[in-house]
Nanobody
Framework: QVQLVESGGGLVQAGGSLRLSCAAS????????MGWFRQAPGKKRDFVAA????????TYADSVKGRFTISRDNAVNTVYLKMNSLKPEDTAVYYC????????????????????WGQGTQVTVSS
């Protein structure tokens, strides 16, 4: 069992930046592939980005590619999502998740393959 706690959300103007953090209650290295998802009001939860256990492989949704960067620091059990050039359509609750499958360089995109979820952090981008 692992608990995930997101932080770093807030209100930002369009074009601004935020960095989200996801702290795990136990070691993340060699245990979990990690991902970020988001859910806007009245919409389904969408994939944003994922990173492998080793941190060596990552992937992004087309809507955030080139603007967002996912990274992890296994020494402090934390995964990050750096968000640049934010747009109003990025407004959502952002969730981090951990998946117990795959090898060191495997990435997980499907939300049903994630085992643990955080409580979410609100990101609001004003125009």
């Amino acid at each position: 069992q692992v608990q995930l706690v997101e932080s770093g959300g807030g209100l930002v103007q369009a074009g601004g930046s935020l960095r989200l953090s996801c702290a795990a209650s136990r070691r993340t290295s060699s245990d979990y592939a990690m991902g970020w998802f988001r859910q806007a009001p009245g919409k389904k939860r969408d994939f944003v980005a994922a990173v492998s256990r080793s941190g060596g492989t990552s992937t992004y949704a087309d809507s955030v590619k080139g603007r967002f960067t996912i990274s992890r620091d296994n020494a402090v059990n934390t995964v990050y999502l750096k968000m640049n050039s934010l747009k109003p359509e990025d407004t959502a609750v952002y969730y981090c998740a951990a998946a117990v499958l795959g090898g060191d360089n495997s990435i997980v995109v499907a939300d049903w393959e994630y085992n643990y979820w955080g409580q979410g952090t609100q990101v609001t981008v004003s125009s």
